[in-house]
């Protein structure tokens, strides 16, 4: 999968990344419907999910239908690459939304790239920006962060390393696990920050709640059924602090708690918008200013 990409291969065929539906099926795109009929082979992320959608749009694939999801895809993707070499277009679509995304293909476009074979997109629906539209939340700057860590101390690790960023953030949390982590990111950003759970995106039973961190923590606690976007708002801008005693006093507390002094510094620099230098420069200074004599 790794290496310098290839000339195009000469007689290769084509890879192509089509977006599904998220829900209604009356999202699909023409172009996806001719795509669809076209394929040599059309690779799927649940092929039972492919059958009810290739119904709903009232067309049949003109090729083979072959499964491709997480379990098999490090073993499949030699065989489409190869089926891919040998002139035939093969259609990757997911369940919803766009492949790669935080579903397979990654592997298969990269390995596509490596072997030189031409990759198009069939551009589609993606729940990370059909949320963040609809979440009422800024929009000019963000970043999307996938599912969070299943373990709860890897998730709070990772939510502590995105507290202070300022972009609005997207992630994908399965049903069962979002009331814990909207109670972790309450307590890492705050209870206050400004957020939106999307449920059902296009289908019959979509909801958009939007309401601070510790309420929605509150209101999954009761259970929550569906696929799930959560937006989250960035972080506030901190006013630029630069006196040396605070800044020494921040890491000097962090310090105290266990963290290591490097890592101290650099997240109280993140935390309060300075550079590090300026963090590291204060400490130096305390330390001088706490000497006797």
Request: glycine share 8%; hydrophobic share 50%.
């Amino acid at each position: 999968m790794s290496g310098t990409p290839r000339d195009p291969a000469v007689g290769a065929g084509q890879l192509v990344l089509a977006g599904a539906p998220l829900g209604n099926p009356a999202d699909a795109s023409p172009r996806l419907r001719a795509e669809l009929a076209a394929a040599d082979v059309v690779a799927a992320e649940d092929t039972r999910r492919l059958a009810r959608l290739v119904r709903d749009l009232d067309v049949r694939p003109g090729g083979r239908v072959v499964a491709y999801f997480e379990a098999n895809e490090v073993a499949r993707t030699p065989e489409l690459i190869a089926t891919l070499l040998a002139g035939d277009r093969v259609l990757l679509i997911t369940d919803g939304g766009m492949p790669s995304v935080s579903d397979p293909g990654y592997r298969l476009v990269a390995a596509a790239v490596a072997a030189g074979v031409a990759v198009t997109v069939v551009p589609g629906p993606s729940a990370v920006t059909t949320a963040l539209a609809v979440s009422g939340l800024a929009c000019d700057r963000f970043c999307f962060e996938g599912f969070l860590p299943r373990r709860p101390g890897e998730r709070r690790s990772r939510l502590a390393e995105l507290a202070g960023e300022p972009r609005t953030l997207v992630f994908f949390e399965a049903p069962h696990r979002l009331a814990a982590a909207l109670a972790d990111l309450a307590a890492a950003f705050g209870a206050d920050r400004p957020a939106a759970v999307c449920r059902e995106l296009t289908k019959t039973y979509e909801e958009v709640r939007r309401a601070p961190l510790a309420e929605l923590a509150a209101w999954a606690a009761g259970g929550v059924r569906g696929e799930v976007t959560l937006v989250v708002a960035g972080a506030p801008a901190a006013p630029l602090t630069t006196d040396t005693a605070t800044l020494a006093a921040e890491v000097a507390e962090r310090e105290a708690a266990g963290e290591p002094r490097r890592e101290a510094i650099a997240a109280v620099a993140r935390a309060l918008g300075v550079p590090k230098r300026l963090v590291f420069d204060a400490v130096v200074a305390g330390k001088r200013t706490s000497k006797p004599g």
